[in-house]
């Protein structure tokens, strides 16, 4: 493993299904277990699963200037979340390009807490929150679990009174197995599930008591691996690895749109002013690439950097691939050509280990309406 400066309460868990604890963020991650990632796929699909993806960074803003920092780091109008709601968001350079995506929750009235994962979030803050009355605290003693799935809800119901009338991007403050804990609903894998935000002490208790309990339901752990076969089906982006840092232009910095990347539904309608606006206004319409989805005639997965080509030339490359043995399809996240980004194109995947016809597909593949992990009851 990578030397990491991040304290995972879950290391020795970790290592005792098989995971070496490569580093992500700083942190020990269990990236991998012994056992099948399609058998942890399914169980998120159809029952639930339990992750550890505590290497998501955790800052925390106080102060009554709070809300004008994160106002301007941000994306989204940060007038129209109340306390109890959160918020999904992007962050920009001065040329108008996607830095870090995260999420903001309001704790209280003049109390926040943003999620972000390797980009450049936490540096942000602090730039903007100089001279300013805003406390920055970077919470590394915070853990976070997160349990996905349709069965999800019914194991914590068990526990925690209120839990089905949690809305989609709410959380609430409660306890669980007697630790205080944030119950956030929000996730990375497209299915109706929670994160359990839980401090480093208490961390091994719940997991423990989760794993235990919840295997007469089906709920296993699962590895953060398993999250990319899940994000590729429900369009969810995860940075750096669908960037132009993974995959740069030609003689150009490394960078790109929201108009490029399918975000820009992540600026709040008619807000001005925040870091980059003029800049991301100014690239509508100027993308180089699309971000979409492709289905590919093949019994297994494509691979990361496959490139995918039409008419005689390359057109495009794999960021993320996918395979299903739910639904038996091979699916895959692309940065491609403008035009070619239309359900229904003819393409090919050209790799080291496969060759194959495919076909443009719009995203997300699973559940296009969101139901799954909006529904309420």
Known sequence: MALSWRFSALAERHRALGSKLEDWSGMGTAWTYEKDIYEEHIAIRTKAGLMDVSGLKKVHLTGPHAIAVLDYITTRD???????????????????????????????????????????????????????????????????????????????????????????????????????????????????????????????????????????????????????????????LFYPYDNSQMYPFADEQPGDSLWELGLDFTVSPGKTGFRGAEEHARLKGKERFKIFGLLIDADGPADLGDEVWADGKKVGVITCPSY???????????????????????????????????????????DPEKKKRTAQG
């Open 78 to 236: 940060m007038t129209k979340i109340y306390p109890g709601r959160s918020v999904y968001a992007a962050m920009l350079n001065d040329r108008g390009h996607f830095t870090e995506d995260c999420i903001v929750y309001r704790t209280a009235p003049n109390s926040w807490m943003l999620v972000h994962g390797s980009g450049s979030g936490h540096e942000e803050i602090v730039r903007q929150a100089m001279g300013r009355n805003c406390a920055v605290l970077f919470d590394d003693d915070l853990h976070d679990l997160s349990l996905q799935g349709p069965l999800s809800v019914d194991y914590l119901a068990k526990y925690v009174p209120g839990i089905r009338d949690l809305k989609y991007f709410h959380h609430m403050q409660t306890t669980l197995f007697g630790a205080p804990v944030m119950i956030s609903r929000t996730g990375y894998t497209g299915e109706r599930g929670y994160e359990l935000f839980v401090r480093g002490q208490d961390t091994p208790m719940v997991w423990d008591r989760i794993v235990e309990e919840g295997k007469e339901m089906g709920i296993i752990p699962c590895c953060f691996s398993v999250l990319d076969m899940l994000r590729v089906e429900s369009y969810l």
């Open 324 to 366: 299903s043995k739910l639904t038996n399809r091979s699916m895959a996240i692309m940065r491609v050509d403008v035009d070619k980004a239309k359900p229904g194109t003819p393409l090919e995947v050209r790799g080291k280990s496969l060759g194959a016809t495919a076909t443009a597909h719009a995203l997300p593949f699973d």
